[in-house]
């Protein structure tokens, strides 16, 4: 089965945006700064795309027109697992500042009827 070229631009940016999010996420755990290395990997988006689909969509006329194009479904691939790999990195643990809450029922009586 052969994808379309749209389908395989918009599968290679949101692969982009997963690596991109990966990487983010681990060096926001190491150091403040972190997710910017994702920030700045988007600008090379248009050379990983290229390398996987080598042609472009009809609706994109030329290389540099893909950094806009890709923008949206790249941030939000980037977004979701920059903060997925970031909260396992730090083995993130909620704190409770109600014993009212649901949230805290849940997690101590296992019920909400408490």
């Known amino acids: 089965m052969e994808l379309a070229i ?7 940016v949101y692969l982009w945006g997963l690596i991109c999010g990966l990487v983010s996420g681990i060096a926001a755990a190491k150091f403040q700064y972190g997710w910017m290395i994702g920030v700045a990997m988007f600008l090379v988006i248009d050379k990983v795309v290229m390398a996987i689909i080598k042609e472009l969509p ?24 920059t903060m997925l790999s970031y909260t396992l990195m730090v083995s993130f643990q909620p ?3 109600s014993n009212q809450s649901l949230l805290y029922q849940l ?5 909400v009827m408490g």
């Open 6 to 12: 749209e389908h395989k631009f918009s599968l290679s």
């Open 58 to 81: 009809p609706d994109i006329e030329e290389e540099r027109l893909i950094l806009r194009k890709a923008f949206f479904g790249w941030f939000l691939f980037w977004l979701y697992f």
């Open 95 to 97: 704190q409770f500042y």
């Open 107 to 111: 997690t101590q009586n296992g019920t």
